[in-house]
């Protein structure tokens, strides 16, 4: 695959400490000329499918992303089963989604992808339940049927289920004892307007707490052709492997799944006999509402959850502001690569870090799938995350610094020079990623418009759209990072603050924890 102009940078420190950078070429996506041939279609039962031919090995990647929720937030008022309870509802379909027979013979369905070389792995994240895989071109029919058969199986026996549920509980426990997953469950009970963050793991007593009804429920509610995209990326021809999904997926049906969901015997649940969009916990909480008032510019102070490490979790959320290209380009001067301000303070000037991320991610909001008579669509937003991870006895001034070069952002504006250097590095990490099949099928995969067809024209305007960004609002977007529009956590400093924060109010555990 054409990827357009190389890029080639060069960094270097001056006499005062900061960083030069010269563009020896500029990095321009390639012409539609140069993409890689490509299909996109939505079968008559709803399912969106992108194949890419992409003939760099033997080898087909594929994606299947379902979403959990609604595209849109407006469906809260009805009550849907939201945030730790519809996870650990999730994780257990995963966990099962695979299990059990495929075809005539009774085959299982590790045994059935061993045999062509394929491998298929269930996950839940980011709002989505995805199958992530591949397999040997020559095995792609193979994999298809194989998928369409377990997909079509929303009966998920008691044994099956309970199963499943028993090693994702081990499994949660031990996820959950990690430093970085710990923190961030942290920093949603710190920031309950993020609580249910689809990339927190739900507690081992939630995973305890699902029934085979509710996992059944939740299969024949979620896993529907209408709700599914699928992508595959490799060595194939578009057209014949459109044709070859249609075919393989053709009992898969949604009609036959919302029937399932109100079958009284199959569920096993009155409670779940009604409208799958109208089931709520009572009490539980929805996403991305607080449910305590916390502060913007609050963090909460910790104890360690290991000795010797120390973490610092920064978020801040904007229901009604998209996430834009300048706000991207910003979040990349910020802290999105090498040279960027945050790597060039805390890892190269004072070692505080050797690593600190910035990562922008769109909220829920673009109305897919209103009802008529419902209530409007909420406008799209984004939230910014920030995490970084020192030595305890450096956490404090870390947390300063944090806060000096978010609030330089507005002080000191990014110049055009760091916009270019961004962008360029943007525009070259993302083309030698796509370059490749797992990189193309994942970022097809993900790409903004849940349930609508993606090809790799949409990732290329993505670039284009970054490059035409002029560095004015980029400036303007840097303003968003401002210390008091974010709320957070630090876990694990060594001993008490020296003396008052410039720009945090600090807050001990029981503050935060509320």
Known sequence: MTTGRTISTTTRPDDRGSDRVRLRAATLPPSAATLPPSVTARLP??????AVRLATVARVEMRLTMPLTPGHAGSRSVGTVTGPVLSARAAVLAACVLRGTTGADGTRVETALGRIGGDVVPLVGAGCLALRGGVLADGLDELLR????????AERPDHEVAAARTVLRGQTAVARARPALAAHALLCRHAPRWAGDPHQPPAPDQIAAVTPGQVRELHARVLVPARARLVLVGDLDPDEAVDAVREAFAGWSSDAARALVRDPDLVQDPDLVRDPDLVRDPGEGLPHTPTEDTPAGTVGLHPAVREGTAQVRLCAARCD?????ALRLASLVFSGHPASRLVARLRRRHGYTYAVRCRPESLPGDGTGTGAGGPPPPPPGHRLFIE???????????????????????SDPPSPAEVAQAAAHFTGASLTTWATQAGLADALAHHPGALSPADPAQLWDLVENLRRTPPDAVAAAGRAFFPGRF??????AEGPPPGPSRHWTLGGPSGADG
């Open 45 to 50: 039962d709803g399912l969106s499918v992108t």
């Open 146 to 153: 194989t998928l369409a058969d377990a997909l079509s199986r």
């Open 321 to 325: 502001e998209p996430l834009t290209p």
């Open 388 to 410: 970084a991870d020192t030595a305890p006895s450096k956490a404090h001034a870390l947390l300063e610094a944090l806060g000096d070069e978010m609030a330089r952002m507005a």
């Open 487 to 492: 709320t957070g956590v630090v876990i694990g």
